[in-house]
T-cell receptor, first 111, second 114 residues
Framework: QKEVEQNSGPLSVPEGAIASLNCTYS??????FFWYRQYSGKSPELIMS????GDKEDGRFTAQLNKASQYVSLLIRDSQPSDSATYLC???????????FGTGTRLTIIP | DTEVTQTPKHLVMGMTNKKSLKCEQH?????MYWYKQKAKKPPELMFV???????INESVPSRFSPECPNSSLLNLHLHALQPEDSALYLC?????????????FGSGTRLTVV
């Protein structure tokens, strides 16, 4: 089983709808979780971090973490065409010096 | 200054060439990273520097040689590369080594080996 799993997509969502991106992970001691957005040909950009169970909201973005079920998700409300990108889930183990990335989900917002 | 600056943005090199990639940050971050990313794949960790010391080498071939001259600079020296080394090379930094801190990525160097 891969350490971090994401549906590669593409995920197509109409403009103005909610985009829901999911990520599951295998290691129960994972501590910190991140969502990165990467536009084609560009570098990853950190958009959300979450460390404890529950929801964390930042503007149109909400990250949700459920450590018991080992999943983390990202909701994008009022999706815009500019949200079209690949979204990478990343996590770390406590005391580990590196992030482990998922393969990414390609999101397309349809005008 | 909240940026990680990488130069050059694009590099084409022959298999016998020697070149260097440069990375600079002025955020006071004490951890810096080199990642390699192939098309439609996630970034792959190559090296981690913590307080200017190499702390992780992910079994990277010796034709890639990292260097951290000071807390703001990170170099990647390239020699005798192969065409399969063509990729986007990303530098990142974080407050401290460890995944508890989000990384800030530079814009990357698109490397083509011919």
């Amino acid at each position: 089983q891969k350490e971090v799993e994401q549906n590669s997509g593409p995920l197509s969502v109409p403009e103005g709808a909610i985009a829901s991106l999911n990520c599951t992970y295998s290691d129960r001691v994972s501590q910190s979780f991140f969502w990165y957005r990467q536009y084609s040909g560009k570098s990853p950009e950190l958009i959300m971090s979450i460390y404890s169970n529950g929801d964390k909201e930042d503007g149109r973005f909400t990250a949700q973490l459920n450590k018991a079920s080992q999943y983390v998700s990202l909701l994008i409300r009022d999706s815009q065409p500019s949200d079209s990108a690949t979204y990478l889930c990343a996590l770390s183990l406590s005391g580990n010096e590196k992030l482990t990335f998922g393969t990414g989900t390609r999101l397309t917002i349809i005008p | 200054d909240t940026e990680v600056t990488q130069t050059p943005k694009h590099l084409v090199m022959g298999m016998t060439n020697k070149k260097s990639l440069k990375c600079e940050q002025h955020m006071g971050h004490r951890a810096m990273y080199w990642y390699k990313q192939k098309a439609k794949k996630p970034p792959e960790l190559m090296f981690v520097y913590s307080y200017e010391k190499l702390s992780i080498n992910e079994s990277v071939p010796s034709r890639f040689s990292p260097e951290c001259p000071n807390s703001s600079l990170l170099n990647l020296h390239l020699h005798a590369l192969q065409p399969e080394d063509s990729a986007l090379y990303l530098c990142a930094s974080s407050q401290r080594a460890g995944g508890d801190y989000g990384y800030t990525f530079g814009s990357g160097t698109r490397l083509t080996v011919v």
